[in-house]
């Protein structure tokens, strides 16, 4: 028997089985995992939200796994078939394949060509000739002769009994098992043109005559090779490296076939049956095994590069989600456009909507000085501090416009101008959400309020968005859309509830976001507030309809309310715990206003001093550290990217310019940036470091500013080749290379991982990821 689940667990998680079992015991009584990872970390010896998560998922899988076992069992025990040996090794099979491979003889399916011959009483012919070679086919087949079930001649019984045997060999679990190994080990995924796609296809012209081994190709390059397919433009095929030589003709006998022979015992050494039974051999593996195994592997392969393309994307959503808030001040948003004009709104420190405005400073109205003066009263009006820039058509050509703003408005005003990514924006305006705050607003004015406020605070202005249309994957589009949302809901929880969010502003979706809430509660939250006012204190959150005890557990903890007489309720020590605080103050005799925030003294203070039965060493040393800076907000210190002067559009840039832009799209084979050029530029993986980089998040993350070096400009095709070497060489002309995860030879890979990064021409993988 298999150790029980809690024990598979931890084992994979490198943990203790009490640790496991603890945290699923949590989950079964409808603990989130923010909660649990926060403020249970005593029941489960620590462990973190990204281990329970991947707690969650395994637990989900072997569940299933135990499920399915049990059916298959009583299955095959209604047939009359579980023998003590079957029995034991469904028990022990840890994955669904095995299991299914050992149930794929017992399964219910339509009549097969085997099962006529078994019926028409040949199964007796197939087991003789399999365990005799000696015997004559020819001769035995004539004792089978059964007219009235379709085995009139030697050829068809001896085609019946071969139906018998290649169906048996193609049940085999082990073999099966042994052949999907080595199929993995030595398969070579071949892609071929489709004739006549030429010119429909040509953006997989990479992929026309491509090989790989299956078990290298890189999630990116795997998806590509999907879509293609998918698009009626390659068809994929898998070989064996020792199948064919260059030429792609026969090197010998099929490794595949070898294996299902001596499976079986069967040899060619002359006897009457041995050619028989190898052209079973043969017949089985191309009829019954070959096409099976290939949609296997390649269905495992889809399965981990959509695994690995939903976890970039997760990375890349919370990197983005946990950029720096440019914090609580006047924001004025620009949505650039041209001939619809620029769209005006500004909001006020918490982020609500004070006026708007249309302008046309660009073409064709050019109606510059008219424009300035619309801001400029606008500015000063509301005393804005910030002027958030999105960063679509036009938008250079409004920042300069927000530069002139700035320099007429200076000295009276202090104004600072941040161009921002506006991913998602219309997604917002459009939405059920976007109409309800703002009935009377048009579409594209909702817009401009969302590009102001995500600059405030992108991770409050951002959970109003379907995080799918934030666009920071690759090939999103491509991987089981269930499993992304499921994954990227996960990500959102976590940044919202690391963050915490104060009860009193925080909108609906986001609300939703914290632990133990959903949408209706969250709705709940806000009608209160807004029948009643303000939450004085976090009790007062039990008086909302719907909220009991258990959600308030755990809602509580990231639930900020900072104008309580209560200073903890600001903090993210949870109310279960406030008699903690009470104590650790009757023992060094100071009030709560006294200690918080008083770094010296909370440092003075031993944890340990203050545990008991309930609350152990982890909990009272995160009560500490709340009450050293109260509600700390995780993210970083706000900064910004400075486009350069004079760099507007891709004509403007030349090899060899050193500029700074920000990070907008991590993926496997390298990094996107934004230098302010209406079109990011790539920097491949191999021009990320000095050093050798296999994953490029180890050196960059969605938001980060980097300085970067143009390598080339190819104007044709939009795609700019960046280093952040900046010691690198760089291309002369425009360049070529290769686009969308373009395959690469051993030979060309060695190279590249060995050369500067300028002579890897537009490096790999340019295609625009934010489809």
Not at 103 to 110: D, G, N, S, T
Not at 414 to 420: C, D, E, Q, Y
Not at 601 to 618: C, I, R
Not at 656 to 662: K, S, T
Request: aromatic share 6%; glycine share 8%.
């Amino acid at each position: 028997m298999l150790p029980p689940i809690e024990h598979r667990i931890a084992e994979e998680l490198g943990a203790r089985p009490q640790q496991v079992m603890a945290a699923v015991a949590l989950l079964d009584e409808g603990a989130t995992v923010p909660f649990i990872a926060r403020y249970r970390k005593e029941v489960t010896g620590g462990l973190d939200d990204t281990q329970l998560r991947n707690l969650e998922e395994r637990l989900t899988y072997l569940r299933e796994l135990e499920d399915r076992r049990a059916a298959v069992l009583a299955s095959i025990d209604e047939q009359g078939k579980l023998t003590p040996e079957l029995k034991a090794a469904v028990d022990m099979a840890d994955t669904k394949q095995r299991l299914e491979d050992l149930y794929l003889p017992y399964k219910q399916k339509r009549r097969t060509k085997a099962q006529i011959a078994r019926e028409a009483g040949l199964q007796p012919l197939a087991d003789a000739l399999l365990a005799d070679p000696t015997l004559v086919p020819e001769s035995e087949a004539e004792k089978y002769f059964n007219a009235e079930a379709g085995f009139a001649d030697t050829k068809a019984v001896l085609d019946g009994a071969r139906q018998i045997l290649m169906e048996q060999f193609a049940e085999d679990a082990e073999l099966l098992g042994s052949l999907r190994t080595y199929l993995d080990e030595h398969g070579i995924l071949k892609s071929t043109l489709i004739a006549g796609q030429e010119e429909a296809g040509a953006k997989f012209r990479d992929y026309f005559e491509y090989s790989e081994a299956i078990s290298d190709i890189p999630s990116h390059r795997a998806l590509a090779l999907f879509r293609g397919r998918n698009e009626g433009a390659i068809s994929l095929a898998l070989v064996l490296d020792s199948e064919l030589d260059e030429e792609n003709k026969p090197l010998g006998p099929n490794p595949c076939e070898l294996r299902i022979a001596k499976r079986f015992g069967i040899k060619d050494q002359g006897r009457p049956a041995d050619k028989w039974l190898a052209d079973t051999v043969r017949w089985a593996w191309r009829v019954k095994m070959a096409l099976h195994l290939e949609t296997e592997l390649m269905t495992v392969l889809r399965e981990k590069a959509e695994e690995e393309a939903i976890r970039v994307f997760g990375r890349n959503l919370k990197d983005l989600l946990l950029a720096a808030p440019a914090g609580q001040k006047a924001t004025m948003g620009l949505d650039p456009g041209l001939r619809t004009g620029v769209k005006v709104a500004v909001v006020d420190q918490t982020g609500k909507l004070l006026d708007t405005a249309t302008i046309y400073p660009h073409e064709p109205r050019r109606d510059w000085e008219g424009s300035l003066h619309t801001l400029a009263v606008l500015a000063q009006k509301h005393n804005v501090n910030l002027i958030a820039i999105g960063n679509g058509t036009a938008s250079r050509e409004t920042d300069k416009l927000a530069a002139d703003l700035i320099r007429i408005a200076s000295p009276h005003m202090t104004l600072a101008k941040v161009v921002v990514s506006e991913a998602g924006a219309s997604v917002y305006s459009a939405s059920e959400f976007a109409a309800r705050e703002f009935p009377e607003l048009d579409v594209s004015l909702r817009g401009a309020v969302s590009i102001a406020r995500r600059l405030q605070d992108p991770l409050a202005e951002l959970v109003k968005i379907e995080p799918k249309s934030i666009g920071v994957g690759q090939y999103q589009h491509d991987v089981s859309q269930t499993k992304l949302a499921r994954a990227l809901d996960g990500v959102v929880e976590d940044c919202v509830n690391a963050v915490g969010v104060d009860v009193n502003t925080a909108s609906i979706p986001l609300l939703a976001r914290i632990s133990g809430l959903n949408q209706t509660l969250a709705a709940n939250i806000v009608a209160y507030r807004d029948q009643h006012g303000p939450f004085p204190n976090r009790l007062a959150l039990k008086n909302v309809p719907r909220l009991g005890d258990k959600t308030f557990e755990q809602a509580a903890g990231f639930l900020r309310v900072p104008s309580s007489d209560n200073p903890l309720d600001a903090s993210a020590v949870h109310p279960e715990a406030y008699p903690v605080v009470e104590r650790i103050l009757a023992d060094i005799k100071k009030g709560i206003k006294e200690v918080i925030g008083d770094a010296r003294l909370v440092k003075s203070l031993q944890p340990v001093k203050y545990t008991d039965e309930k609350f152990g060493l982890p909990t009272v040393q995160d009560i500490l550290k709340e009450l050293e800076k109260p509600g700390r907000d995780p993210r970083p210190e706000f900064k910004t990217a400075v486009f350069k002067d004079g760099v507007e559009e891709m004509r403007d840039l030349q090899p060899g310019m050193i500029l700074e832009g920000v990070v907008t799209n991590v993926a496997a084979f390298g990094a996107f940036v934004d230098i302010g050029v209406h079109q990011d530029g790539l920097v491949h993986v191999s021009a990320l470091s000095t050093k050798f980089v296999k994953d490029p998040h180890e050196v960059v993350k969605a938001g980060d500013i980097v300085k970067v070096k143009v390598l080339e400009v190819d104007m044709a095709r939009k795609r700019i080749a960046l280093t952040m070497r900046l010691d690198d060489a760089f291309g002369k002309g425009t360049g070529g290379g290769k686009p969308a995860g373009a395959p690469m030879t051993a030979k060309a890979r060695q190279r590249e991982d060995t050369q500067p990064a300028g002579q890897n021409a537009m490096a790999a993988a340019f295609a625009k990821l934010k489809r």
